[in-house]
Structures are given as structure tokens and as C-alpha cells.
């Protein structure tokens, strides 16, 4: 079987792609898979990391609104959209994949369409309750849409053939229990929090969790992990100054990046983070209540969607970021760990939505398609 994926630009997007490919591989050792992706995306060195074989396009998205350089860079795309479909419409040639896989993002767009035209059958996979522009405009020309949750099914159009199965888990967030998980960190038997805001480090996230975990060094009651990321590096220097030396508190962890996430996620009895799609997935694997506080950046809002799923079914609390500061976020952390009972029914309700065999239920798909 030779597999097309085509997805990009954040690892929501290719980090489903790999775990198709992956398990893809899995069960079919002589399975060919190609990726194309964004020249200059991120999913060049994910995709290589991974082991797999990348081609490459050029491709852009439209900026809403009409300063001159957007004007500039909105007409560089409509130039894009032309000559990337041209050299997706090679590669696919070149390559003649039985199916094409397109799991979002810019690049995604070309390549689904210019296989769809060829008379290739095609699958999208959209990993958010709120389905992104490339997944709307092809939802009726693909042979199948696999959604992550039920909710999204009302943003598209009637007709579209669609089916819920979920977004991909890692493999290793699956296997490590509590108890384990620990026992490594060398954790003890107080509720553990786990924060963080994303590769980056979402300035308001680290702010409010700065508060938290003052209160946490001061009256010793919580254990803490939490990562400031890429762009918080002044976040230890912030605590410091609220009095709070992180070397001196054995209840706090605090790092840059969580590079050992099954192990943290695992230990934890609350997440406080933003509402990623795979985040929630993983999140709802694991059974863990959270406080989201969803990203007001990304297209379409679709955070705020993707923790509403989770807020409606009582599985999480969100705190909209313009209404986040430290005390809020200490009072709904107070409210959840505190309630034995609502912590409990928050975790039942989490773990009743995951859906943990996505990699299963995408393969079944591709192979009744392909056959």
C-alpha cells in the first residue's frame, strides 16, 4: 500500500499524521509512505525525525485584514495556490499513492484537491471541534472526513459523509499508570498539579500559575509541575521576586519544556492548559479533570470549541483569558482538587469521551477505502 499524508504548520497538525503513519507501518512493514509538506514548516524536521520521506510545496494562508503588507502577502498566496497545486500534481504522479490522507493546515489544501483531481481517493482528518477552513472546503469532495468529536459534525454541511474516530494517542501516553509515574518523579501522596501553556509559553498562562505557585512553596499543600516554555525564561525570575526561590521547595517543579509528558500526566490529578486538540485527547485519555484556559489566537476560535466539548459533558472548567488572573485560577484549582467527589466525576466524565483505538479506526478506514 503506498499512503500520501499531507499536513502542516503546527504539531496539532502533524503529529496525527505521524501517528497514522506510524501505525500504518506497524501493521504494514512494506507500506510506502510519503509525506509533502511546507517548505519552511515545521513538519520538515518532525516528519525526518520521525523516519519518513518528505517533498516539499510552498504554501501560505490569507490574512484578514487590509494593511499593505497583508495586501502583499495575500497576493503572493493567490500566486501559491497555483504553482503549489502544480507541484503537488507531480510529486502525486511521481509517487502514485493508492490513497492521500490530509490531516490540516495550509499544505493540506493543494495536496487533498490536487489528488481528489486525479482521481485519487482521499480521507481528512480534522483533529478540532471546530472544523478548520481547509476541512470545510473539502469535506464533499473526499471520499471520507474522520472527526476527533461528536460536536464538530454540526459545523458541516449536510451531506458531507463523516465519522468520529477520534485523534491519534501516543502510544506511551497510554501505558504508564499513576502509581509509576510517581514513583519516577518522585512524587508523594498530595494532589500534584501539571501546568504549562504550550511550546512557547503563553505569557498570561505563566503569569496567573506564577500566583499559584507561590501560594503552593507557602503553605506546602500541592505538589507542582509546570513549564514556562520557549518564550518564559524570565518566569523563575518572577517567582523570585514574589519571594519564591525554586530550589528551596521540593513540592515545585518548575522547567521550561515537559519533554517526559506520559510520566507527568500520568502523576497528576489536575492539568491546568490551553485547549490543543491533542492536549484534550490526551487529557481525556488519561481521565483528568482540567482548567482550561483556551487560546484566543487561533482560526476560528477553535480552542474555545474544543474546551466547550469537554466543559458541557462537566469533565473541565475553563477560564476565558480575558477574565484570567491569578486568583481566579487559584480559586478554580481550590474548587476541583478540594471536592474528592467533583474531582472524581470530573475524571469519569473525561474519561467516558476518550476515544483511544483512533489509530485503529483511521487504519480500517483507509484499508476499506483503498480495497
Not at 507531480?90 to 487533498?112: E, L, R
Not at 496567573?208 to 520557549?230: C, T
Not at 521550561?256 to 490526551?282: H, K, N
Request: aromatic share 6%; glycine share 8%.
Amino acid at each position: 500500500m503506498k499512503v500520501l499524508l499531507a499536513g502542516g504548520g503546527t504539531a496539532g497538525h502533524i503529529n496525527p499524521a505521524l501517528a497514522i503513519a506510524g501505525y500504518i507501518k506497524e501493521k504494514e512493514p512494506d507500506a510506502q509512505i510519503l509525506f509533502i509538506g511546507n517548505r519552511d514548516g515545521m513538519e520538515q524536521t518532525l516528519v525526518k525525525k520521525a523516519g519518513f520521506d518528505i517533498e516539499s510545496i510552498v504554501i501560505s494562508g490569507f490574512k484578514r485584514n487590509f494593511k499593505p503588507q497583508s495586501i502583499v502577502h495575500n497576493i503572493k498566496t493567490v500566486s501559491r495556490v497555483f504553482t503549489s497545486s502544480a507541484k503537488a500534481k507531480k510529486i502525486i504522479a511521481q509517487f502514485a499513492p493508492d490513497i492521500c490522507i490530509g490531516t490540516g493546515g495550509y499544505v493540506s489544501g493543494p495536496v487533498v484537491r490536487t489528488a481528489v483531481n486525479m482521481g485519487i481517493p482521499a480521507i481528512i482528518h480534522e483533529q478540532n471541534a471546530f472544523p478548520g477552513v481547509t476541512t470545510k472546503m473539502l469535506s464533499k469532495k473526499v471520499n471520507k472526513v474522520m472527526l476527533a468529536v461528536e460536536d464538530a459534525k454540526k459545523h458541516l454541511e449536510q451531506g458531507v459523509d463523516f465519522v468520529v474516530t477520534g485523534n491519534p494517542i501516543r502510544e506511551e501516553i497510554l501505558k504508564v499508570d499513576k502509581a509509576q509515574a510517581r514513583e519516577a518523579l518522585g512524587l508523594d501522596e498530595r494532589p500534584v498539579i501539571l501546568s504549562f501553556g504550550g511550546s512557547l509559553g503563553a505569557r498570561c498562562i505563566n503569569e496567573a500559575v506564577a500566583d499559584l505557585v507561590v501560594r503552593s512553596a507557602k503553605d506546602q499543600k500541592f505538589q507542582h509541575i509546570h513549564a514556562y516554555g520557549q518564550q518564559g525564561t524570565w518566569f523563575p525570575q518572577l517567582l523570585e521576586e514574589k519571594g519564591v526561590k525554586i530550589d528551596e521547595y521540593k513540592n515545585l517543579d518548575i522547567r521550561q519544556y515537559i519533554d517526559d509528558m506520559p510520566l507527568c500526566l500520568a502523576a497528576c490529578d489536575l492539568v491546568v492548559s490551553r485547549a490543543g486538540a491533542i492536549t484534550l485527547s490526551e487529557i481525556q485519555a488519561k481521565g483528568k479533570p482540567a482548567v482550561l484556559i483556551p487560546s484566543p489566537y487561533v482560526a476560528e476560535n477553535h480552542q474555545f470549541h474544543n474546551a466547550m466539548a469537554l466543559v458541557d459533558k462537566n469533565a473541565a472548567s475553563l477560564i476565558e483569558e480575558k477574565d484570567l488572573n491569578g486568583e481566579k485560577l487559584i480559586n478554580a484549582v481550590d474548587a476541583m482538587v478540594s471536592d474528592s467527589n467533583l474531582l472524581k466525576e470530573y475524571s469519569n466524565n473525561a474519561q467516558s469521551m476518550a476515544i483511544i483505538d483512533a489509530s485503529q479506526r483511521i487504519y480500517d478506514i483507509v484499508k476499506e477505502i483503498v480495497k
